[in-house]
């Protein structure tokens, strides 16, 4: 059975961080791939600076370049909205039957997950790899010792699409924090400038 790991995000844009945590937990776990999952704009919810899904999903095309374990997803932009993520996991495992599907997130994300829908579901199909946040203070002693949670110890990354969408505004070179093909999109279109 293949082991695929869902890193979920709205990678706005993806920069090397994600892609550092999904290759090294690629390389240091048992998953056999990472499918970087993008989230869709919430229909219910302001724009302000997201992309259209459709741009998103170029720019995590593009940063997948080059890894072979590393796989871009669209699979919520088929799903009706709002959505949750015990409903995509439900779609995946009906769609794909002979893969098992894992979540991948950091350990902030870890301490609300009580408050996730459905969230006793998930934990009883699918193991959940958690990265570490220096950002996270609070110690997750929320399923701490729970046998689907499997702590990774990936390079902690601090860098946000926040603070690379307002240096791009403010015309600073951001160019390092983002894979070549991802900057050379985001230039040519002229995303986060205004």
């Given at each position: 059975?293949?082991?695929?790991?869902?890193?979920?995000?709205?990678?706005?844009?993806?920069?090397?961080?994600?892609?550092?945590?999904?290759?090294?937990?690629?390389?240091?776990?048992?998953?056999?791939?990472?499918?970087?999952?993008i989230?869709?704009?919430?229909?219910?919810?302001?724009?302000?600076?997201?992309?259209?899904?459709y741009?998103?999903?170029?720019?995590?095309?593009?940063?997948?370049?080059?890894?072979?374990?590393?796989?871009?997803?669209?699979?919520?932009?088929?799903?009706?909205?709002?959505?949750?993520?015990?409903?995509?996991?439900?779609?995946?495992?009906?769609?794909?039957?002979?893969?098992?599907?894992s979540?991948?997130?950091?350990?902030?994300?870890l301490?609300?997950?009580?408050?996730?829908?459905?969230?006793?579901?998930?934990?009883?199909?699918?193991?959940?790899?958690?990265?570490?946040?220096?950002?996270?203070k609070e110690?997750?002693?929320?399923?701490?010792?729970?046998?689907?949670?499997?702590?990774?110890?990936?390079?902690?990354?601090?860098?946000?699409?926040?603070?690379?969408?307002?240096?791009?505004?403010?015309?600073?070179?951001?160019?390092?924090?983002?894979?070549?093909?991802?900057?050379?999109?985001?230039?040519?279109?002229?995303?986060?400038?205004?």
């Open positions: 059975m293949k082991k695929i790991g869902l890193f979920f995000g709205t990678f706005n844009p993806i920069h090397i961080g994600h892609l550092i945590i999904a290759n090294h937990i690629a390389e240091h776990s048992n998953l056999d791939e990472i499918w970087l999952v989230t869709p704009h919430n229909p219910l919810k302001k724009k302000n600076s997201l992309l259209e899904d741009h998103r999903l170029e720019l995590v095309r593009r940063a997948c370049e080059g890894y072979n374990k590393l796989k871009p997803s669209d699979i919520e932009f088929k799903l009706p909205q709002p959505n949750y993520t015990v409903n995509t996991l439900a779609h995946l495992s009906d769609t794909y039957p002979d893969y098992s599907f979540l991948i997130m950091g350990e902030d994300n301490n609300n997950f009580h408050k996730w829908k459905n969230h006793e579901i998930i934990l009883q199909n699918h193991d959940i790899y958690v990265y570490p946040r220096i950002a996270n110690e997750s002693i929320f399923l701490k010792n729970h046998p689907k949670i499997h702590p990774i110890k990936a390079p902690i990354m601090e860098i946000t699409s926040t603070h690379i969408r307002k240096a791009i505004k403010e015309g600073k070179n951001i160019v390092p924090m983002l894979p070549d093909a991802v900057w050379k999109y985001i230039d040519e279109m002229n995303f986060y400038k205004k």
